[in-house]
């Protein structure tokens, strides 16, 4: 196995066109152990920790630009305001050393359907900005999860930044696991309100081949609300109109069995999760007078 | 020949100057403690060897299978590789190995019986280039047809595990896929059932618990210079190994020379053999040291686990909550080898009432041989399983009863001069009803734990946890109790005993004891505690204790909470022997210069011999001089005797403990999550030799309860195949599952016992399993038969 450490991006780039079976490696929270346990041998590992902007990050306007190698700790720490449901998600991968060392980047590159960021990126909104030296792509985060740990990535491509939506709302994230802590997800939901559009996204993770947004329960929900004028009166979300939505969140699973848990309990934890953190934004929106929220830490304008 | 040097990271012997008041009954800190929490302690994973080379196993990818050719060529023509070892290459005519019997190939014959079974070793220059060496070695197997539950272990024509069985056990079971049967008969269950005026029954499951101690697997074996080997291990039992691992290596005992290294945590997991044998061939084969540490992954299919039983039970009671009888029936599933099944049979067959009177009784109790796989011993050892089963029967019947569960349990309690359904009379205090009593006055923990006045729900005080499930919505409480019995020290007429070597000498003008035995610390803290005995017994503050090693006799193992009354015996035992020496010389000496020599009764304290009035007649050093005193001795406890085949009678065993828990849990009833919020303690332990200790050991073993009842299992499919051998899918508790544990020690002295003290390590295994499911079940409302409970057993999908 080579070892290869590009200086700069450029020379990343250059290296990844030359040797397009590289992995490339930052935390190595995830490639280390499946390199540990055989799982895989890559003919050349790239170290992209000496690449400086891929640890970098800028709150913008409307978006936040986030370095691939931003650690989840750092998430926390410095970013929970503008993306407090990603915040909530980095919350919940593995211990505070795994925390410390895995990032964003590493989630997409990996895209597990089981990482646990993908469901806030998925309902705040993101793009997800990839380059090799042909030049830049931006692409959706919808679509770039195209299989069971298959991204939309080609083979000479590198994840450089996520560019995330910043709060306009109240945001959310759960997760379910066997454990109260250092746990991979069984299910997981993130669910984002965004006012400036009026609109409510999702994001289901662990539920399906893919990490996926409920298109149909959005789009019921978004329905509901604007029909109800719950935007303008901020009226409690009636229990049916929460059922519902919750329903079409289980119908958009498309689970496995597997040792962490049965296909049956992920559709019905998913619903769950889609009625309760419903329930949570849609009470801290209507607490923070109509677009002010509180909700997740997140201190909203 | 190899460098006879002494390898790094192995252990030397730990000084204890703790000062007179550290003997028995005090709480001085362990010896070895500080160097574990700042990480500087060697564990066996981290001995090194000058020139060493790394051993690496070949397993089985197949639970059944026939192997049709072993091909090494490629792997021996890698470049680093010493040597690559099969079968084939055994040195003798013993190829088996097993705690009771040898049923265990060292390396697989012509025929794998479970999944991950060793089938061939390869030592090289670097662990990698031996694990790819080990890839290159092409085994063609041709599968066969598994056998994985009752019904297929038991079938007409189910394939035997072990043909041609020649084990003492063989002549009295039933059918020759079953290991060992114990049936217990006493008074007459069918007429008994006649009076009862409630009758429940049940089947209960309990799953496949891993050990999962943190330290894997690994030893050293150095090849010596008298054609022997210097071993250097993280074991249970140093001498059970050596008589295992001599004879397949053609060696006397005395040139297989074996030294406790630093052991992560055993739990039972480590009684078998695991890699010594293999370390041991390599290194006499290359004539160089070889290493083998196993990692995560292979640590799974490296030790035995704890044996999943499928359990029915009928009870009967009268109206007013007497007992009448109680009928039983415990599967358990013992894989693919024997290793420690017959015992746990008799362990889950003679402690299956739990602690209740019942005077008829019929119960049966066995273990399969599976291709499943092999199951063992672990903490609670049989008793585990039963306690889920009939402490589940006692709510079930208080319910039935409209009794208060507790009541019910206290009413039929056993208590000293209880006769147990093996017709052992216990003879030392029981005091159950007591237990269960001061669990249940213990103040609840406050209710909505998680609510914060005006901001976020702390959700860490919450099912899920940080996961953010849930703020309250779905979140019942519930509160379970449970009591259960288990059996201390080795059983059924076993000679259990253990060895001690005490030597007591001035060193820089100050009496010093040294204690040796082959003990295995485990982490259970025998170092500590016998520094302790020295202490009390000997009269100084000055303790060494040596390096566990097979230079002195046999301590036993260090399992069934057996070694503080054991080994801890024998030290004790052997101080008095030095004490008696120590005077004798001390009256030669000095018995003319003073008439107490001769007619007082001595006492070594505070480095000095005192009458028992308390006046000074000589020092220590002065007695003692440049001439040390020493003394070696085994110790035994009482001797028991074996369980009747038929009816099971006998006085099987040694002493029992006993522990009650208290659960308080909250369970998200839409998510079928459980955060146990309080799981509170009491237990008797005769002496609390180190009352800091013992409260840690009642802390350990209760969370290791809350795992098997909420997460830990070894998921195996019908295909005999295990599927989650990693810390990533077999959960145990982290900190935050873990809740408060407060803990209350009773000491109840047994005359039988060393300072009265009872065994204590594996009893709060027992209760924290049932208490947590039965607060479950009290916010649920569902029958959960089985451990540990899923969310989906609790929503029911």
Known sequence: ?301 | MAPTTRPTGTPTKLEQGAGAEAGVGDSPLRPDGTLKVTGEFAYSSDMWHEDMLWGCTLRSPHAHAEIVSIDIGEALAQAGVYAVLTYDDLPTEVKNYGLEIQDTPVLAHGRVRHHGEPVALVAADHPETARRAAAKIKVEYRELPVVHNEESALAADAPLLHEGRADHHSPHVPHPNIVHRQPIVRGDAKAAAERAEAIVTGEYEVGMQDQAFLGPESGLAVPAEDGGVDLYIATQWLHADLRQIAPVLGLPEEKVRMTLSGVGGAFGGREDLSMQIHACLLALVTGKPVKIVYNRFESFFGHVHRHPAKLWYEHGATRDGKLTHMRCRIVLDGGAYASSSPAVVGNAASLSVGPYVVDDVEIEALALYTNNPPCGAMRGFGAVQACFAYEAQMDKLAAELGMDPVELRQKNAMSQGTVMPTGQTVDSPAPVAELLRRVKAMPLPMEAQWENVGGEPDVRALPGGLSNTTHGEGVVRGVGYAVGIKNVGFSEGFDDYSTARVRLQVVGGEPVAMVHTAMAEVGQGGVTVHAQIARTELGVARVNIQPADTRVGSAGSTSASRQTYVTGGAVKYVCELVREQVLERGRRKFGTYHPAWATAELLLEGGKVVTDGGEVLASLADVLGDEPVEAEDEWRHRPTEPFDLRTGQGFGHVQYSFAAHRAVVEVDTELGLVKVVELACAQDVGKAMNPQAVVGQIQGGTTQGLGLAVMEEIVVDPGAKVRNPSFTDYLIPTILDTPTIPVDVLELADEHAPYGLRGAGEAPTLSSTPAVVAAIRAATGKALRRVPVRPEHIVEV
């Open chain 1, 1 to 301: 196995m080579e070892f290869l450490r590009p200086a700069s991006w450029e020379e990343a780039l250059a290296a990844k066109a030359e040797h397009p079976s590289a992995v490339p490696i930052a935390g190595g929270t995830d490639v280390m152990v499946e390199i540990n346990f055989d799982h895989r041998r890559p003919t050349h590992l790239m170290d992209l920790n000496r690449v400086p902007e891929l640890h970098e990050w800028e709150v913008g306007d409307g978006t936040v630009r986030l370095g691939a190698s931003v650690s989840y700790s750092k998430i926390i720490d410095e970013l929970a305001p503008v993306l407090p449901g990603l915040a909530l998600a980095s919350h919940t991968v593995g211990s505070p050393q795994i925390r410390n060392r895995g990032s964003v980047g590493g989630n997409l590159g990996a895209a597990s359907p089981a990482g646990d960021s993908h469901p806030a990126l998925l309902a705040a909104g993101a793009e997800v900005e990839v380059e090799s030296v042909r030049g830049i792509r931006s692409i959706p985060v919808e679509d770039f999860y195209t299989g069971v740990k298959r991204n939309a990535l080609a083979e000479d491509e590198l994840i450089k930044w996520v560019h995330i939506r910043k709060a306009d709302g109240p945001q959310q994230f759960s997760k379910v696991g066997t454990r109260n802590a250092m746990v991979i997800a069984v299910c997981a939901f993130g669910i984002a309100l965004h006012p400036g559009t009026r609109t409510v996204q999702t994001g289901v993770g662990s539920a399906a081949p893919t990490p996926l947004r409920a298109r149909a329960a959005e789009d019921f929900l978004n329905a509901a609300l604007e029909d109800g004028g719950f935007w303008d009166n901020g009226r409690t979300i009636p229990p049916s109109v929460a059922r519902e939505f919750a329903q079409l969140c289980s119908g958009a699973c498309n689970p496995i069995d597997d040792v962490r848990g049965s296909a049956t309990y992920r559709r019905r934890a998913v619903g769950v999760m889609a009625r309760r953190t419903l329930g949570w934004i849609w009470e801290s929106y209507r607490a923070g007078g109509n677009g002010r929220t509180t909700e997740g830490g997140a201190r909203c304008a």
